[in-house]
């Protein structure tokens, strides 16, 4: 898979490392944002908090929209 975001600058020499966790998009590591996020799993009916977060790739696009 093609970097969307490179694609769209006209360059198809980026091959994506992942996909974006908000929209889906395959984005390289130029355009990659990696984000932290607190991940919550149930233990009967109270979900407990992770004291570790886990990380989030999210495009550039949406990191833009998530900060503003």
Known sequence: MHCYDCAQEG???RTGIGACARCGLFT???HSRITRTTVQRPVGVIPM???????????????TAEVA
């Open 11 to 13: 360059r198809t020499d």
């Open 28 to 30: 390289c590591a130029d």
């Open 49 to 63: 908090t992770s004291a570790v977060q886990a990380r989030r790739l999210v495009c550039g696009a949406c990191r």
